[in-house]
């Protein structure tokens, strides 16, 4: 495992370098602006853009389409929102070891960052599955999903907020 973490904490290094940031932002916002847009053409209700959700609610969203629909969630969901958590762990990572490194403090939280991009992969597998399942009523994996989607929406939020500690840091450091 210490070597995954490290591959990770160097990955996220390379990510924080300045030319690397400024490509990585603009791939974040072609992604937002342009690519998911295009790539959400399926009629399902969004679950993974809510923290919680139950398994009558993911029965009743991937009931309100067709089989099309449903398997133009799973194609969306091994494509453009594959890429999308890789894309946001870059950035994020990459601006979280760009400023502990100036810091000093918390060489881990880039991690962070990751590990929200790894609940989004696995809410996005969990969730296809049972896109694929349907109608048979998995409850088990949908219990699963939630909580995936949970950890997601929870580890981006605390990643955020070690980001903002991490620029008051850094503006302390720099502004003595």
Do not use: C
Not at 63 to 91: E, I, K, Q, S
Not at 114 to 139: C, H, K, M, Q, R
């Amino acid at each position: 495992m210490s070597a995954v973490r490290a591959w990770v904490l160097r990955l996220s290094a390379r990510a924080g370098e300045r030319r690397a940031l400024l490509v990585l932002f603009g791939l974040y916002w072609l992604m937002v602006l342009v690519v998911l847009p295009r790539a959400s053409v399926s009629a399902i209700p969004t679950l993974d853009l809510r923290f919680w959700y139950t398994p009558d609610d993911v029965q009743a969203a991937f009931g309100a389409t067709d089989t099309a629909g449903r398997w133009a969630f799973v194609v969306g969901h091994f494509t453009a929102d594959l890429v999308y958590p890789l894309v946001y762990a870059l950035l994020l990572g990459g601006l979280l070891s760009a400023l502990t490194a100036r810091t000093g403090r918390h060489a881990n939280a880039p991690l962070l960052a990751w590990s929200g991009a790894l609940f989004d992969v696995l809410e996005n597998l969990t969730l296809s599955i049972l896109a694929l399942a349907y109608p048979n009523p998995l409850g088990g994996l949908a219990w699963l999903a939630a909580l995936f989607t949970a950890a997601k929406w929870s580890t981006i939020a605390l990643t955020f907020a070690l980001l903002v500690w991490e620029i008051v840091a850094w503006l302390r450091v720099r502004a003595r």
